[in-house]
């Protein structure tokens, strides 16, 4: 990549001057979007949806379903151009959905026996880096999708797209837009949300003046930002030497405890996000047995989409990357009362966000990131980690659909790759048909899965603690 992280952003689109409207176009990426261009070939930003079927999926009718979301969509059917940083839109929809028989289907599993097979796949699709060791000739695609067949009419679809072009918010979208497009309706999000051209950074759309900050605070908050780091605390590591991937741990609850905890978050004013990063916080010193009370201070990162805030305002079915993160530490002991935490978790990310911190210091963090990429010396044990726990400020709500009538659609996963840069564990949150569903993503074997499974058991025993 030739632009640094601190380069400010394209103010407009890199187009062509052939008029011709099957002409190429294409854009320089913006800071945020180089800062992920710069993550994902080391392993972080690799998004993936893995949906199972339990009926053989007609190939040719899903091919065209995904091609049409890329019609509507022309960052999806972008491509990288890593020699300039830009993104170049293809002519026609490139989408080829790679089919992978059931033998060889069988050979992945293997590694994975442990766990269920739509898990396997999708820790597969994870680490499956195609943009590891880019080429500068050539242009990378961005949406990629293969079709698994396991034992019996079992399919696992998996789609994997570089989380420059698609973050939570775009990917809970396009899952949406699939659903509908597979019902056999052109649903009204997928009309309303056809873009003509690749749309803007998030840069390039924050409000006049709502980003900008004097330089000398910009350096004394990047001085605070690096010196808190060397005080923060973190899960202890398994491994730190040997390559790592990304695997996840799945934690599932039925509809009644579901219902208890969001109605104790309403009751108590705060967002689910809150309750999850202080039973995060609570577990992980809890795991510690530390004799005594003994202080520990925790980063959580919450991450929140910015598309309402933006100019123009940007909808849920957007595509890109619109999320910025906030950074908020806290001191743990032992003993915290769960709600008190959360209380105190929600307030301290809802302060910095009243202040714009989201649009003020992103910059700064993501300066930061390409610096601990460069530099992984500059974090605990070259680990890369930059904070224990990240969580995304609105959980995913997803209606009921009729597939699984019509096609079999039994269960999805929905996650992105954090075994390069980022946190220690990731939870990316889902309420779906009234029971939340988590999957919670962390490097492997930085921490072990054993590790890992006893620390999500915690959270969710802190949790249902707290509803007891």
């Known amino acids: 990549m030739s632009i640094s992280p601190s380069s400010p952003p394209s103010s407009s689109y890199l187009s062509l001057s052939n008029p011709n409207p099957m002409s190429h176009q294409s854009r320089a990426v913006c800071a945020t979007e180089l800062s992920w261009c710069r993550a994902v070939p080391g392993g972080t930003g690799i998004t993936v949806l893995a949906l199972l079927f339990s009926k053989p999926p007609d190939l040719p009718f899903l091919q065209s379903a995904l091609r049409r979301l890329q019609s509507s969509h022309p960052i999806l059917n972008s491509k990288l151009r890593f020699d300039s940083s830009s993104y170049v839109t293809s002519q026609s929809p490139y989408l080829q959905i790679r089919p992978i028989d059931a033998q060889s289907t069988a050979q992945i599993l293997q590694s994975h026996s442990s766990i269920p097979p739509l898990q396997s796949i999708l820790e597969h699709e994870l680490n499956n880096n195609s943009w ?66 690749v749309s803007l950074g998030i840069e390039d759309c924050i409000p006049a003046g709502v980003g900008s900050k004097p330089f000398w605070a910009r350096g004394v908050d990047m001085l605070g930002y690096s010196l808190n780091s060397f005080r923060l605390a973190n899960l202890s590591f398994s491994d730190t030497d040997s390559p790592r991937q990304s695997r996840i741990v799945r934690m599932r609850m039925n509809a009644e405890d579901t219902g208890r905890i969001l109605s104790r978050c309403n009751s108590n004013e705060i967002k689910l996000s809150a309750a999850l990063a202080a039973a995060a916080l609570i577990a992980c010193h809890a795991s510690k047995k530390f004799p005594g009370e003994q202080w520990e201070k925790y980063a959580v990162v919450t991450l929140t989409d910015c598309r309402s805030a933006l100019d123009p305002v940007l909808s849920s079915h957007h595509m890109g990357f619109y999320h910025s993160a906030i950074l908020h530490t806290h001191d743990i002991k032992g003993g915290e009362d769960l709600w008190e935490l959360a209380k105190r978790v929600h307030s301290s990310f809802m302060n910095l966000k009243n202040k714009n911190k989201h649009f003020t210091d992103m910059a700064d963090l993501n300066f930061l990131m390409c610096k601990a990429i460069e530099n992984p010396s500059l974090t605990p044990s070259s680990s890369l980690r930059t904070s224990l726990v990240s969580v995304f400020e609105d959980a995913i709500f997803d209606p009921p659909n009729k597939l699984k009538e019509a096609l079999g659609f039994e269960d999805f996963i929905g996650c992105a790759s954090v075994h390069g840069v980022g946190p220690s564990v990731a939870a990316f949150d889902t309420i779906r048909d009234g029971k939340l569903d988590c999957a919670f993503v962390y490097p492997f074997p930085l921490f072990s899965r054993e590790q890992m499974n ?11 603690k707290g509803i007891a």
């Open 132 to 197: 590891q060791d880019p080429d500068p000739s050539s242009d990378a695609d961005l949406f990629l999708a293969s079709l698994y067949h396991l034992e019996g009419s079992l399919w696992v679809l998996a789609l994997r797209i570089h989380t420059s072009v698609c973050d939570r918010a775009a990917a809970a979208a396009l899952m949406s837009e699939l659903v509908a497009l597979m019902e056999g309706n052109r649903a009204e999000s997928v009309e309303e949300s056809q873009e003509m051209e």
């Open 454 to 464: 006893e620390f999500v058991d915690g959270i969710k025993e802190i949790l249902l």
